[in-house]
């Protein structure tokens, strides 16, 4: 994630900034020169950039939340689902006494793919707060 946003205010010991995302995504089709201010947000300030209200700034996600993300949002689900395709037969013999079939696997594969996407979401609303997005470059 890469966006441009103004410094609206700066913390006392310069690590943290209080930005403003531009958002111009509908602007690429239009030259009016306009842009949409979005939602106010903190961010942190690592490479230590005297900035001062007013400033434009590139604001970045870091590497690592990315990632984490990417593991969690997609990889979890696909390998529950997985897991759950191979894991049919066994419960289906076990719970009644017979082979699996297909809509059974079908039926597994969706609830593998639901319970942890539904985890992943209720975790990331309640629990889990995201580390700050990175200022890397002042305009």
Do not use: H, W
């Not at 690592?46 to 990889?75: C, H, M, N, W, Y």
């Not at 191979?86 to 297909?102: K, M, T, V």
């Not at 809509?103 to 609303?125: N, T, W, Y």
């Amino acid at each position: 994630m890469t966006q441009s946003a103004e410094v609206i205010s700066v913390s006392d010991d310069k690590k943290e900034a209080q930005v403003c995302p531009i958002v111009t995504d509908a602007c690429l089709s239009c030259k009016e020169g306009c842009a949409r201010r979005g939602s106010p947000f903190a961010a942190s300030n690592p490479q230590g950039f005297d900035l001062k209200a007013g400033d434009l700034v590139r604001i970045t996600a870091s590497q690592t939340a990315e990632s984490l993300q990417a593991i969690f949002s997609l990889l979890l689900p696909a390998a529950c689902a997985v897991a759950a395709f191979f894991a049919a037969s066994p419960i289906s013999r076990a719970l009644f006494q017979r082979e699996s079939s297909e809509g059974f696997k079908a039926l597994c594969v969706l609830i593998g793919i639901l319970v942890p996407g539904a985890a992943v979401m209720a975790l990331s609303r309640f629990k889990i707060r995201p580390r700050k997005p990175l200022i890397d470059k002042v305009y």
